[in-house]
């Protein structure tokens, strides 16, 4: 992986997070005592148990706090809604944390099942128990109670996702929650842009097309120049500036949202050779199933 120089200002900015130790979450929080470390990312907790290096902390809060930088009213509803961000440590999964441990496994015509898993819902879920099958399913979640992962956010070679960063992503469905709930004409326009996607077969059978969620939070990757590479028939997206190419309506509401900014600073796969996979690049990305 490349890891491209940091700004002097947001060096700076990660600098004084770093000097800052975490704490024990305070108990106004109402926080369950399995997090014993905390740290405040613009009013919104990012805490994790003890497994967790504190730099994995610093590099979320430091992401979070970037993604909402341009609309700080996106922020404050989160706060009031009572958001929170875990972070998981290497040898954690997410059914170890209390909010996660009677999670049960998709049913077969849930909608967050991808084509493929509906496709081979018996033999690649229904086969499986529930914690065997969130164990492997994901290592990250959005919502009221989001999950990163401590390698995710670090960037080390261990993760899953090596070549992008999930903790993006899946904070960027706490954005479009945000959205719908402070600023419905631009909701609007995400629905839109969801609707001239599927009408013109934009981001065909990739992960993106799964639901308007998967679609704002797998374009909230490219806006920030983190996200790997599609292709489709040929046409790669690798950039922000691919995504604003191939589904500008879809651009112009990321924009509305995050402003003109395309570097989230502790981000550890910004602009990496990481995004691209080894090989020869196929014609097409998406799960052949």
């Not at 934009?202 to 990757?221: I, R, S």
């Not at 570097?263 to 097409?284: H, K, Q, T, Y």
Request: glycine share 6%; with cysteine; hydrophobic share 40%.
């Amino acid at each position: 992986m490349i890891i491209r120089a940091i700004g002097l200002p947001s060096l700076l900015a990660l600098s004084a997070c770093a000097t800052m130790a975490a704490t024990s979450p305070p108990p106004a929080l109402g926080i369950p005592s399995f997090y014993t470390q905390y740290r405040d990312a613009d009013g919104i907790p990012v805490v994790s148990s003890s497994e967790v290096r504190e730099d994995a902390l610093v590099a979320a809060e430091a992401m979070i706090e970037d993604m909402l930088a341009y609309r700080p009213d996106l922020a404050d509803w989160l706060r009031r809604e009572g958001y929170r961000v875990a972070i998981i440590g290497e040898t954690e999964a997410l059914l170890d944390l209390p909010e996660n441990a009677h999670w049960k496994k998709p049913a077969p015509d849930d909608p967050r099942l991808t084509r493929c898993e509906k496709k081979h819902y018996d033999e690649r879920i229904g086969r499986l128990t529930d914690r065997a099958y969130w164990d492997a399913r994901a290592r990250g979640i959005g919502g009221q109670h989001t999950v990163g992962a401590e390698e995710d956010v670090l960037g080390l070679p261990t993760s899953r996702y090596y070549g992008e960063t999930i903790l993006v992503h899946e904070f960027a469905h706490n954005i479009l929650f945000a959205i719908q709930g402070v600023d419905p004409a631009l909701y609007a326009e995400v629905e839109a842009a969801y609707a001239n996607a599927q009408a013109n077969r934009l981001w065909f059978e990739e992960y993106n097309m799964t639901t308007m969620q998967e679609y704002w939070a797998e374009g909230t990757q490219f806006w920030f120049d983190s996200n790997r590479l599609q292709v489709f028939d040929g046409r790669r997206i690798l950039s922000h500036r691919d995504l604003e190419s191939y589904d500008p309506q879809l651009a112009a509401a990321l924009r509305a949202a995050y402003g003109d900014r395309h570097r989230l600073a502790a981000d550890p796969f910004w602009m990496s050779d990481a995004r691209v996979p080894p090989g020869p690049i196929p014609e097409n990305t998406a799960e052949v199933c």
